[in-house]
Nanobody
Framework: VQLQASGGGLVQAGGSLRLSCAASGSIFSFNAMAWYRQAPGKQREFVAQFISGGSTNYAASVKGRFTISTDNRKNTIDLQMTSLKPEDTAVYYC?????????WGQGTLVTVSS
């Protein structure tokens, strides 16, 4: 599977951004899709997950601020980020989980200035 993430950029603290991840196949063919992030000097960490059937999970650090959803028309998995904080600065990666394996996108940089 090929994944293409987009939507990153520079935003001031308190602002919003919407990330999108386009998949080469139908997003509904996957068991789950998720967003991860990696800040400079830190390990990649889980952000949010959309599981086939519609349930979602969020990291405690983003719960209430970020929303993961699907765009059926565009065949994307999106991450709406609000009330952004400088500590949200990271490269954001989308991932697709299938019984045959896991695919990763190339990442999109989000920078939140204070």
């Amino acid at each position: 599977v090929q994944l293409q993430a987009s939507g990153g950029g520079l935003v001031q603290a308190g602002g919003s951004l919407r990330l999108s991840c386009a998949a080469s196949g139908s997003i509904f063919s996957f068991n789950a899709m998720a967003w991860y992030r990696q800040a400079p000097g830190k390990q990649r960490e889980f952000v949010a997950q959309f599981i086939s059937g519609g349930s979602t999970n969020y990291a405690a650090s983003v719960k209430g601020r970020f929303t993961i959803s699907t765009d059926n028309r565009k065949n994307t998995i999106d991450l709406q980020m609000t009330s952004l904080k400088p500590e949200d600065t990271a490269v954001y990666y989308c991932a697709a989980f299938h019984t045959s394996g896991t695919g990763w996108g190339q990442g999109t940089l989000v920078t939140v200035s204070s």
